[in-house]
């Protein structure tokens, strides 16, 4: 790796520009477009890892974010959606709605189509 694909995938993680990251990074601005669509396929391993690592050092600034939001934000709708953002990314998902039939209405024959409905769908 140079010192030029390094700074590339610097300025690239920072900005999504290939080509003003290749000029950023030292290559001709006459080039910059082709190098730059060159390197970000070359690199791409490398531009994940950096953008992983990116992300990681932003999580916990958002998470106070939301916090904040879930505890004084003016909207009361804002609240809430902060506070179901961190209930979800904190694994604690609303339960899924699961549609049941009355049998107590249904005669014995509507039943027995059911469960032969219920049958076909495992098979």
């Known amino acids: 790796m140079t010192e030029k694909q390094d700074k590339f995938i610097d300025y690239y993680c920072r900005t999504g520009n290939a080509t003003q990251s290749a000029i950023e990074a030292g290559y001709s601005e006459k080039t910059a ?60 998902k609303p339960v899924e709605r699961i549609e049941t039939t009355s049998v107590e209405r249904m005669s014995t024959a509507d039943i027995q189509r059911e469960l032969d409905g219920l049958r076909k769908q495992r098979h």
């Open 33 to 92: 477009n082709q190098k730059g669509y060159e390197l970000k396929k070359l690199l791409k391993e490398q531009i994940y890892e950096n953008v992983q690592i990116i992300l990681q050092d932003r999580i916990p600034a958002a998470l106070y974010l939301l916090s904040e939001l879930a505890q004084s934000a003016e909207s009361e709708s804002v609240r809430l959606g902060a506070v179901k953002d961190l209930l979800d990314r904190s694994g604690l």
